[in-house]
């Protein structure tokens, strides 16, 4: 049984930090393409960042681009989004997804919450 178990979220004031992590059990993390997403209430689900599988290239959405660093730990078959400098307009859910070929996986979301 696939699982993506999200964790990390929070409240934190502009300007802070935060490093949301997706655990995978059920998949080898590597050999997929994973991403992150976010929906913020009343907005669609916008795509944060990917990071291909095997190579490991990265890409951002040009809001984060710069704040936030998509990674993962091969070995804890984990996947990390740091996020600095967090803005009030980063207030959304955050979740992860896993996709190879036909596959296609979510992990549950997590709430990021940045206010003073």
């Known amino acids: 049984q696939v699982q993506l178990v999200v964790s990390g979220g929070g409240l934190v004031q502009p300007g802070g930090s935060l490093r949301l992590s997706c655990a995978a059990s059920g998949l080898t993390l590597r050999s997929y393409a994973m991403s992150w997403y976010r929906q913020a209430p009343g907005k669609e689900r916008e795509l944060v960042a990917t990071?291909?599988?095997?190579?490991?290239?990265?890409n951002y959405a040009d809001s984060v681009k710069g704040r936030f660093t998509i990674s993962r730990d091969n070995a804890k078959n984990t996947m990390y989004l740091q996020m600095n400098k967090l803005k009030p307009e980063d207030t959304a859910v955050y979740c992860c997804?896993?996709?190879?070929?036909?596959?296609?996986?979510w992990g549950q979301g997590t709430q990021v919450t940045v206010s003073s």
């Open positions: 997804r896993a996709e190879w070929s036909t596959l296609d996986y």
């Open positions: 990071i291909t599988s095997a190579a490991g290239y990265t």
